[in-house]
């Protein structure tokens, strides 16, 4: 009996080693994001939009809607292109799309020659020095010439130019708003950016702009905030 309890006892031994030395330890690393999306799936999470969110959101839209035909109709090119410049640049231009391209009789992406930026010239042919303290308009040059493609030198020096002008006027006394915009822009121009991230830094430069639109940004801020919240939902439903 007693050899029959050891070997018993013996073989109990071999499986628990056995088991012991083939079990793998679940030592995964800990995801980068933590818990954070789980809670967009807790009921307590409020990702609703209500109805008078939604009114003024509809309110605002038709405000922003009648501001094209005015604007087109009363100010000069500058003006015009500006107001477009801004809706784009807040996100909220698929809400226009059609009023855009009345505005501007073209369709977005229309081929234009890089020689309208010879304007920009002096009669040397060097870029005007007039644009060296242009903040602004070296801001928008340095954007346009970077959709430039292999072959076109005049955007190519018209990128040096603005990198170039736009690096030193950091080292004037520009205004907060002004010098953030710059900064950011060199290090991420506007069509390497994801689309929603650029909409909303630019809300914050637009918002110090002494002559921004109040409407159109109320607007496009409660653009943002509704979309966050449906994806805030479509994260919630996920992690469920």
């Known amino acids: 009996?007693?050899?029959?309890?050891?070997?018993?006892?013996?073989?109990?031994?071999?499986?628990?080693?056995?088991?012991?030395?083939?079990?793998?330890?679940?030592?995964?690393?800990?995801?980068?994001?933590?818990?954070?999306?789980?809670?967009?799936?807790?009921?307590?999470?409020?990702?609703?939009?209500?109805?008078?969110?939604?009114?003024?959101?509809?309110?605002?839209k038709e405000d922003v809607r009648m501001m094209f035909p005015a604007t087109m109709e009363d100010n000069t090119l500058a003006h015009k292109l500006n107001f477009i410049n801004s809706v784009q640049r807040l996100g909220v231009a698929y809400h226009f799309e059609s009023e855009i391209d009345q505005a501007l009789q073209l369709q977005q992406g229309y081929h234009i020659s890089p020689g309208v930026f010879n304007k920009f010239k002096d009669e040397t042919g060097k870029f005007s020095a007039r644009l060296e303290n242009d903040v602004p308009a070296l801001l928008s040059l340095y954007e346009a010439a970077q959709y430039r493609v292999k072959g076109e030198e005049l955007l190519d020096e018209a990128l040096d130019f603005t990198q170039n002008h736009l690096v030193r006027s950091l080292k004037n006394q520009l205004c907060p708003s002004m010098e953030a915009q710059v900064k950011h822009s060199l290090n991420r121009p506007l069509h390497k950016g994801m689309t929603r991230l650029e909409s909303r830094y630019y809300m914050s430069f637009y918002e110090e702009d002494p002559a921004h639109n109040k409407v159109l940004l109320t607007f496009a801020k409660l653009d943002f905030n509704i979309l966050q919240k449906l994806h805030q939902k479509e994260l919630g439903t996920i992690t469920k």
Do not use: C
């Open 1 to 60: 009996m007693s050899a029959v309890v050891s070997a018993v006892s013996t073989s109990t031994h071999i499986v628990t080693a056995a088991s012991k030395s083939t079990r793998r330890t679940a030592d995964f690393q800990p995801s980068i994001w933590g818990s954070h999306f789980l809670t967009y799936g807790s009921d307590n999470m409020e990702v609703e939009v209500d109805n008078n969110m939604r009114q003024e959101f509809e309110m605002l």
